[in-house]
């Protein structure tokens, strides 16, 4: 049974200064992210993941875990592939944007890494490392990266409910807190891979997005989406893009409730007949049924803290 013990990839092993050159917020300047927090498995693969080749006509959905993902996958699909529904509905999203790393960090799983190798052109690849660890070729290459932020405190509340349903964690919700406050859950550090992309979000191949800015009206997001991949479309055809992106029509929506996934994960750990949905509540504020309000307290802190020196602002 997995147990909320986390293990650091010294990364700083592996990236030389060379590489770190290469690097569009180098400036010029020393660059030292914080090591990331992975399974070790992670680190068969790491220099596999780094040297991933990359095309120009790719496009990259990169986030921190649950801060929308798989909603903006769908959306950067349909929009990209000119809206072909027909095909969105027949392959699964997993299939048509695959989760670069995943291979990397779960085991059993098929070689998500191969698979995002020999996608079709242009592939959709979703990853959810910092950018250390992401192909080198990213920054020069230049792909289209979209990126999705959420506010820590709903991640704290929705990334609980993953922990405990998909990697079958069984601690307390005080310990798991506790660790994301310090920096200690996987993908960890938060805030930092927020902001490394926030640094770089006026560059013309990426595109900066927020979980509450898509939920509060993802009608008036979609015209900036579409701009992003030079395509335009009738506003029957945003409407109708709208309602499919719903979480209504989306939980129930075999090709991107993720029911299939969780089940394979529940029955790969003979933990079947538990009850996880990831199409969970799809809510802004939904922490305030989650967090005491002295965790919301110290979520704030950390908030304020790491935001310490930057114009970046959580929304909620
Ligand atoms: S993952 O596992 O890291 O890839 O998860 P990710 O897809 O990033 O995030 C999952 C959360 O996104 C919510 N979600 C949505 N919200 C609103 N509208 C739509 N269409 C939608 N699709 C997914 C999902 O419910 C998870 O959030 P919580 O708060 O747990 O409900």
């Not at 191949?205 to 479309?233: A, I, S």
């Not at 939904?286 to 602002?313: A, C, H, P, T």
């Amino acid at each position: 049974m997995f147990t909320c013990q986390p293990v650091l990839v010294d990364w700083s092993v592996s990236v030389s200064l060379e590489d770190l050159s290469e690097h569009p917020f180098t400036d010029g300047k020393q660059w030292e992210p914080k090591p990331c927090v992975l399974p070790k498995r992670y680190m068969d693969f790491a220099e596999q993941i780094r040297n991933f080749e990359v095309f120009e006509d790719d496009v990259w959905i990169v986030t921190f875990p649950k801060c929308g993902t798989t909603w903006t996958q769908e959306m950067v699909w349909l929009i990209d592939q000119n809206l072909d529904y027909q095909t969105a509905k027949t392959i699964n999203l997993n299939d048509r944007s695959v989760f670069l790393e995943l291979f990397s960090t779960f085991d059993p799983m098929d070689d998500t890494i191969t698979s995002a190798r020999n996608l079709p052109r242009p592939r959709h690849i979703k990853s959810h490392l910092p950018v250390a660890l992401l192909p080198k070729q990213l920054w020069t290459v230049k792909p289209k990266i979209v990126y999705v932020s959420r506010n820590p405190k709903d991640v704290a509340a929705s990334y609980l409910h993953h922990y405990r349903g998909i990697a079958g964690y069984r601690g307390t919700k005080e310990e798991f807190f506790e660790r994301l406050l310090a920096d200690e859950i996987e993908y960890c550090p938060q805030i930092a891979h927020v902001l490394e992309f926030w640094r770089i979000k006026n560059h013309p191949n990426v595109l900066f997005l927020t979980y509450e800015q898509m939920k509060r009206d993802l009608r008036k997001v979609l015209p900036t989406v579409c701009d992003f991949f030079g395509k335009k479309f009738s506003n029957e055809q945003l409407d109708l893009l709208a309602k499919h992106l719903s979480f209504d029509e989306m939980k129930k929506n075999p090709a991107t409730n993720n029911v299939e996934l969780v089940q394979t994960r529940m029955k790969q750990e003979g933990r079947e007949g538990e009850s996880f949905e990831f199409m969970r509540k799809g809510q802004i504020g939904d922490y305030k049924n989650e967090l005491s309000s002295s965790f919301i307290d110290r979520f704030d802190e950390f908030i304020e803290r790491e935001l310490r020196g930057s114009d970046f602002k959580f929304d909620c």
